[in-house]
């Protein structure tokens, strides 16, 4: 009975100190822009899949996974390093448009692939190179045991890639990349969490009242880029002209996500944004990095329609995890399925 007291007692202890701490990358979360969240930390080679529950990560699910041949961030094109960051999926290759692909050699990857935007605009700025990084299974199992085994993807099990899959939107859900998963207390995290809130919160509304002075301020001076129009002087000379017409904007911003690494955050949302000219919604994404008084500033921000349903959709459906990827949730079916597929194919041709 002692026994069982203390154990009790130590479970206890347990459970109510994992409540205090929270994984430092994902700050806050949405059901529209992540409803589940991938976390791949190398050091131990492990997948980790948050779910969103009320803004909060909640740990569901974690599987083995393989990673670049040589450890440490990517560099260079080729290096065989897997980059860390924060990303998202933007494609999804099933088995047969692998092998279209890449003929047998693309048995490799497995039953499929998801296309990571690696590099993301933090890691071009830094001068990263190389691309083609995925999220993907293997047609030999055995590699995923020895950890640093791939050109710089990140390697599931197929079964386990199958299972991961329902719960993924293409141009929506995050895949964090991080040597290792750090925790925060509560109180530190809610710190991070609350002074990212603020500072976009005070760039909008410098947007909405057209206070130019504090708009352009939320900007890096040093690293901002835009695609378009350039460094950080010439994207302010521009503002100020947009600022100069007549009427202030209507600013929406709703579905808020924040993720964060040690280097920099990533603020994803739904803007809505109506002037005297203009009226449309899509997707914002801020990259923010803090400057050397601690101050969190904008180095890149992108826009897009992906990710964003027409209006006829109702944001408030919640998302069903269901296979949207694949056929089957056996892999010997996709294999067999895809590769008679391929050959009936190649001997209709002949």
Request: some cysteine.
């Amino acid at each position: 009975m002692k026994n069982l007291v203390i154990a009790s007692s130590l479970l206890f202890t347990l459970t109510v100190k994992a409540q205090e701490y929270l994984p430092s990358p994902l700050l806050l979360l949405s059901d529209y822009f992540s409803h589940h969240v991938i976390v791949a930390e190398k050091s131990t080679h492990t997948l980790y899949l948050y779910k969103n529950t009320g803004g909060l990560p909640k740990l569901q699910l974690k599987y083995q996974m393989a990673t670049g041949k040589k450890a440490g961030d990517k560099i260079f094109q080729g290096d065989h390093r897997t980059p860390e960051g924060i990303y998202h999926f933007t494609e999804f290759l099933t088995h047969q448009d692998l092998l279209k692909r890449h003929g047998k050699a693309g048995e490799i990857y497995g039953v499929g692939a998801f296309v990571m935007n690696y590099p993301n605009p933090i890691d071009r700025y830094q001068g990263k190179t190389g691309g083609g990084i995925w999220l993907h299974s293997t047609n030999d199992e055995t590699r995923i045991d020895k950890g640093l085994d791939s050109r710089g993807c990140i390697v599931a099990h197929n079964q386990n890639l199958i299972k991961i899959s329902q719960f993924i939107e293409l141009n929506k859900t995050p895949i964090i990349v991080v040597h290792t998963l750090e925790h925060l207390k509560k109180n530190t995290w809610q710190g991070e969490r609350e002074q990212i809130i603020q500072s976009v919160e005070n760039w909008a509304e410098a947007w909405r009242t057209e206070n130019f002075n504090e708009y352009i301020s939320h900007y890096s001076k040093d690293k901002f880029k835009d695609p378009r129009k350039g460094g950080y002087q010439n994207f302010k000379n521009y503002k100020r002209a947009v600022f100069a017409n007549p009427g202030a904007p209507e600013i929406g911003i709703s579905n808020l996500t924040i993720l964060k690494t040690d280097e920099y955050a990533v603020v994803t949302f739904k803007q809505d944004y109506k002037s005297n000219t203009i009226q449309d919604t899509g997707k914002k994404i801020l990259y923010l990095q803090k400057d050397p008084y601690y101050k969190w500033k904008i180095v890149a921000e992108r826009w897009s329609k992906l990710g964003i349903e027409s209006e006829a959709s109702e944001d408030t459906l919640a998302f069903e995890p269901k296979l949207r990827f694949f056929n089957s949730e056996d892999p010997k079916q996709i294999f067999t399925r895809n590769l008679n597929l391929t050959q009936t194919q190649t001997q209709s041709s002949n």
